[in-house]
């Protein structure tokens, strides 16, 4: 795409700063990848640059990037010691916990191909990411806390762009996937700054709604899912627009079309079916279900990637709960794309979705000045890992249940049942 897609990353680039991060003047900027992967993918690199230009022109006082590499990764699968896959430096999560305690903004960047490690023993897998989670789970607590300002947004890779766009010749795959992304992100809008500041406003609407209707539980309906799931008391939907402790607005994903707030975690009954394959950690799980009583995963299935699942669902004790409930209507962008991403940053956003692990404390009134006992009293789940797996489809029907027990339509076939505003 030569000097388009330069046009197009440095739009992004200034998208990231501005509407991401909201990044302040004199603000530190760290640019990261999947921290299991040990930073931002080499491919990523055009679209660094730019970001980090763009953020010393928003004032930025220093820009640094942790680079990774997937062949670095791989070799590491095919040679090292099968003994070794706990290790993990504690430089790396120190770097990370020491950069947001001191107020510093965060951007991650995933540029992942999701097959990468698809032939690698899941319990290898498995001890990288426990490993990695616990190594980092300081700051993953500070930023769950929105300490400061963070983002996460994609670039296209080679390896990812095969995957989305497998029946495209080989030299068509990057540009494809960079055009959906770029559609996805509203850069195709002539002004994507204002579409998202107008799309963020939207979504906090629908916010409102579900706040002020205080429910205190939702069931879905789908095929292979008939579920029941509590709210705690004193939950709290959110949208594409977060505050940081500094008070510095910003958006936490890009693209963002959910709405979603944490499930009370012992009130979870049921069975829900995914509707599309979850990306974690390299691999694949495929057309999985996972049965719930009390709260706890009793049972779990999938038709590939079961060993993957069971590996993640007994990382700790909170990894067998669900820490997040989120809406979105089947007629998102995403979900029209009519692509399926293998990148839970994009496919989150086409389908209504719930995550195992922990919760958001901003996800309840005043979760974010509680002690972590007094967050699991109120409902809340902690976990060292946050994975979100897509429930949501056309078939999808979801009713809001009120303490009283009368039962209104939520989401009707995939899409919102009740209007907003007007
Ligand atoms: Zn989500
Ligand atoms: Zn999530």
């Not at 930025?60 to 590499?69: I, K, N, R």
Request: net charge negative; hydrophobic share 40%.
């Amino acid at each position: 795409m030569g000097n388009h897609l330069d046009h197009t990353l440095a739009r992004y680039g200034d998208l990231a700063v501005r509407v991401a991060l909201n990044l302040q003047p004199g603000q530190r900027l760290l640019i990261v990848g999947p921290l299991a992967n040990g930073g931002c993918s080499l491919e990523a690199a055009p679209l660094v640059r730019c970001i980090t230009e763009s953020a010393y022109k928003a004032g930025a006082s220093f820009v640094e990037t942790l680079w990774g590499d997937e062949a670095l990764q791989l070799a590491r699968f095919k040679y090292a010691p099968r003994d070794s896959f706990e290790q993990c430096s504690s430089w790396f999560a120190d770097a990370l916990t020491e950069h947001v305690h001191a107020g510093h903004a965060v951007l991650s960047v995933y540029a992942n191909d999701p097959d990468l490690l698809k032939d690698q023993p899941p319990e290898l897998l498995g001890a990288v990411q426990k490993s990695v989670s616990r190594a980092v789970r300081p700051f993953r607590d500070h930023v769950s806390k929105n300490g400061t300002n963070w983002s996460v947004i994609a670039a296209a890779s080679k390896g990812w762009a095969a995957r989305v766009f497998p029946n495209l010749p080989p030299g068509e795959q990057m540009d494809a996937l960079w055009a959906a992304i770029a559609k996805l992100v509203r850069l195709d809008r002539p002004d994507p700054v204002a579409a998202w500041e107008e799309h963020l406003a939207a979504l906090a609407a629908r916010r409102d709604v579900l706040n002020a209707r205080r429910y205190a539980a939702l069931r879905y309906r789908g095929p292979g899912t008939e579920l029941t799931l509590g709210l705690a008391p004193g939950h709290q939907w959110v949208s594409g627009r977060s505050t940081s402790l500094q008070g510095i607005a910003f958006a936490p994903n890009l693209p963002t079309e959910e709405v979603f707030t944490m499930p009370h975690r012992d009130q979870v009954d049921g069975t829900v079916t995914s509707t599309k394959p979850l990306s974690y950690g390299g691999t694949l799980i495929e057309d999985f279900s996972v049965t719930f009583e009390k709260g706890r995963v009793v049972q779990v299935t999938a038709a590939r990637g079961e060993r993957v699942l069971r590996e993640l669902v007994a990382t700790d004790e909170g990894a067998a709960r669900l820490g997040e409930v989120a809406l979105v209507p089947h007629n998102s962008p995403v979900a029209q794309s009519g692509l399926l991403f293998y990148n839970t940053l994009f496919d989150e956003n086409a389908a209504s979705h719930l995550a195992l692990g922990s919760a958001y404390k901003f996800t309840i009134a005043g979760g974010e000045g509680m002690s972590d006992d007094a967050f699991e009293q109120a409902g809340g789940n902690r976990s060292a890992t946050h994975v979100d797996f897509m429930i949501g489809s056309s078939e999808l029907d979801i009713d809001a249940v009120h303490a009283d027990g009368t039962v209104e339509p939520l989401m009707r076939r995939g899409d919102w049942a009740m209007a907003v505003g007007t």
